[in-house]
């Protein structure tokens, strides 16, 4: 009687096909799921990325005797302000992109402008914004 030990070439041929097909899967799923990952990397809604600069600026203001240091030149419209407590937002147009001191909190900004008036006792900041093809004007009262 013959041995029947090892592989023959038609099983290894069958392992090789089979091999072959489940990487070629693999290799489908991924691509598909990597260009969907790169796809909506790219698509940015500004009026989620204005809600996220409108809540933490919003907070910032409604602080208890909360008072602003310095406004990129305070008789114009600046790319900056900073509050006593020290917090900075800055907008850097190369970046298109409004930073919380070090940490960026809206991107796909074209536009900012900080600017600030007194009026009835209050100090009223004035924050205008062009994300993507969005823009927006919003007022926040400070007590003096």
Same mark, same amino acid.
């Given at each position: ?29 991924? %691509? ?12 940015? /809604? ?7 600069? !409108?809540?933490?600026? +919003? /907070?910032?203001?409604?602080?208890? !005797? ?10 114009? @419209? ?5 509050? /006593? !407590? ?13 930073? %919380? ?6 991107? @796909?900004?074209?536009?900012? @402008? ?8 209050? %100090?009223?900041?004035?924050? +205008? ?6 823009? %927006? ?8």
């Amino acid at each position: 009687m013959k041995s029947e030990k090892g592989i023959t070439l038609t099983s290894v041929t069958i392992y090789v096909i089979g091999m072959t097909i489940v990487v070629g899967i693999i290799v489908l799923i991924s %691509r598909f799921f990597y260009s969907n990952v790169e796809n909506t990397s790219e698509n940015i /809604d500004p009026a989620v990325e204005y809600t996220k600069f !409108n809540s933490f600026f +919003s /907070d910032e203001v409604n602080h208890q !005797n909360i008072k602003i240091l310095e406004i990129a030149g305070e008789e114009e @419209n600046g790319n900056y302000i900073v509050f /006593d !407590n020290g917090v900075q937002y800055t907008f850097i147009e190369e970046n298109q992109g409004i930073y %919380r001191n070090q940490v960026k909190i809206a991107k @796909n900004v074209t536009k900012c @402008n900080f600017s600030s008036r007194i009026q009835n006792g209050k %100090r009223i900041v004035t924050v +205008s914004m062009k994300i993507g093809n969005m823009q %927006r004007e919003n007022t926040y009262t400070l007590q003096i």
